[in-house]
């Protein structure tokens, strides 16, 4: 101890300590959450040894207990489109937004700038916006669609089985694009001008132009684009609590809330682990192609 004192005087631990303090912080704060939650995934836990790490040990029993319960399969199903589907709009409107706003026309920095408050406001306050918006009786998005002749009648979002899960993707997407838009912005503000000039110069139009130059150049963003709304939208669980709670009949239940609801409503505390353990692993591989997306970004 004497030694380690005198080498931080001397400045020669310096570096040492500059490395093993952030990740004493990072592993009390993250790791021995995680590695108690993957301890509790293979024991039997009820509320009065949930607090001690002696349960009795269970094996793979949670995961096959899981795998075997009859809305499993549906809550990976809308698990599966709720990614897909946010993750592809975010990215299709946060495109879209940034090439128009790269014409940078008078006032652009000031109306890209509006676009981030959808992004730094709380998840429950957007859901409770969306809430607003998609009530079935005096909602927002009712009286459009009636207005411009689409509907007849009006749409429960929240509470119709079909389109319950739909009412949540579109808030996330709303969500996610200006995020998106900034990233993507970003990236095409990389690409050389000359690359567009020598190429209207053969001849290419715009979507030539977009095609050949824009795409393949914007390429790595976009994957690493991908493996952070990857992770975000795997994460998102405020939209859910303040939309649909997962309902009705768990038709727009996903695997995060679907943990919560398991853990602290049911007090299956196992069950909820074993789920959270599964939805870790994917939220790792995502960074594991978030990282290498980046790297090959700095590389080109």
């Known amino acids: ?63 096959v207990t899981l795998f075997s319960q009859p809305e499993t399969w549906p809550i990976l199903s809308n ?47 957007v859901g409770a916006i969306w809430n607003w918006i998609l009530s079935g009786d005096f909602g927002v998005l009712n009286f459009v669609l009636r207005s411009a002749g689409v509907i007849d009648a009006n749409i429960f979002w929240r509470s119709d089985p079909d389109f319950s899960l739909w009412a949540v993707i579109l808030a996330n997407i709303w969500l996610g694009t200006s995020f998106n838009m900034i990233l993507l912005s970003v990236g095409l503000s990389a690409i050389p001008a000359d690359l567009y000039e020598a190429s209207e110069l053969d001849g290419a139009n715009v979507f030539q132009r977009f095609w050949t130059i824009t795409l393949p150049m914007m390429r790595s963003t976009i994957g690493a684009i991908v493996s952070l709304g990857l992770i975000f939208t795997l994460q998102q669980f405020d939209l ?15 695997t995060q809330y679907w943990a919560w609801d398991l853990s602290f409503r049911q007090y299956d505390f196992a ?15 995502a960074s594991v192609v978030y990282v290498r997306s980046t790297r090959h970004e700095v590389r080109g």
């Open 1 to 63: 101890m004497r030694r380690i004192i005198s080498s931080l005087k001397d400045g020669k631990g310096f570096d040492i300590a500059l490395i093993a303090f952030p990740f004493a912080f990072l592993f009390a704060l993250a790791g021995l959450p995680l590695i108690y939650n993957i301890l509790m995934s293979f024991q039997e836990v009820d509320m009065f040894s949930l607090g001690t790490f002696w349960r009795p040990f269970v094996g793979l029993k949670n995961y």
């Open 79 to 125: 698990t599966a489109i709720f990614v897909a589907a946010s993750i592809a709009g975010q990215v299709f409107f946060g495109f879209s937004l940034a090439l128009f706003f790269w014409t940078n026309f008078p006032g652009a920095s000031w109306l890209r700038g509006l676009f981030l408050v959808s992004w730094v406001m709380p998840g429950l306050v």
């Open 240 to 254: 859910f609590a303040a939309i649909t709670s997962g309902g009705p009949n768990n038709s727009s239940n996903v």
């Open 271 to 285: 069950q909820g682990a074993a789920i959270s353990v599964i939805m870790t692993v994917f939220v790792m591989l």
